[in-house]
T-cell receptor, first 113, second 112 residues
Framework: ETAVFQTPNYHVTQVGNEVSFNCKQT?????MYWYKQDSKKLLKIMFS???????VNETVPRRFSPQSSDKAHLNLRIKSVEPEDSAVYLC????????????FGAGTRLSVL | GDSVTQMQGQVTLSEDDFLFINCTYS??????LFWYVQYPGEGPQLLLK?????NKGISRGFEATYDKGTTSFHLQKASVQESDSAVYYC???????????FGKGTHLHVLP
């Protein structure tokens, strides 16, 4: 039963455009995340956010920014996409703390032409 | 620094074969360890979770044992099915969520 919802499933765009992806969780968790998954299925954390603290992976380019209206929603905006941004972006949520299970959405596949 | 190593990038088996996926970790504390599985078109989902308190996890026929001596957390299944074809991740957890580390993943292909 899906409890982390991501939209859209796919997005195709051109270099330099701005894109935004949405994520909503219905699990009542207090922490949400964005992960990037490359073509080899490697997973890298981009952001971790709860209602008190945003943690940014220092390797994430500044054109990426998370946006949250409440603890159930965490969107991802990319200001000016680059070809290397082509990947699957996975949203996840959990109770606070890395010892707790992560619940992932199905992902948004971005293709940058 | 902390790390998780999955040496097998790809494993191909036939139905009813024995599965063994090697995972070792390096850290200075006793973490919570996870195996996640990702089926095509889906996000990763929890398969097993083991803490220092319980040592072994069993789920859906899969088994993993937390071995502090060899710092290993290998995944096993006695008899795989075609439906087990997926990517399997060994994951090192920490009280700090930002320190969760995913292994590179093992692509399992099970032939009918």
């Amino acid at each position: 039963e899906t409890a982390v919802f991501q939209t859209p499933n796919y997005h195709v765009t051109q270099v330099g455009n701005e894109v935004s992806f949405n994520c909503k969780q219905t699990l009542g968790h207090d922490t949400m995340y964005w992960y990037k998954q490359d073509s080899k299925k490697l997973l890298k954390i981009m952001f971790s956010y709860n209602n008190k603290q945003l943690i940014v992976n220092e390797t994430v380019p500044r054109r990426f920014s998370p946006q949250s209206s409440d603890k159930a929603h965490l969107n991802l905006r990319i200001k000016s996409v680059e070809p290397e941004d082509s990947a699957v972006y996975l949203c996840a949520s959990s109770r606070l703390g890395g010892q707790n299970t992560l619940y992932f959405g199905a992902g948004t596949r971005l293709s940058v032409l | 620094g902390d790390s998780v190593t999955q040496m097998q990038g790809q494993v191909t088996l036939s139905e009813d074969d024995f599965l063994f996926i090697n995972c070792t970790y390096s850290t200075t504390w006793y973490p919570t360890l996870f195996w996640y599985v990702q089926y095509p078109g889906e996000g990763p989902q929890l398969l097993l979770k083991v803490t220092t308190a319980n040592n072994k996890g069993i789920s859906r026929g899969f088994e993993a044992t937390y071995d502090k001596g060899t710092t290993s957390f290998h995944l096993q299944k006695a008899s795989v099915q075609e439906s087990d074809s997926a990517v399997y991740y060994c994951v090192l957890g920490d009280t700090n969520a930002y320190k969760v580390i995913f292994g590179k993943g093992t692509h399992l292909h099970v032939l009918p």
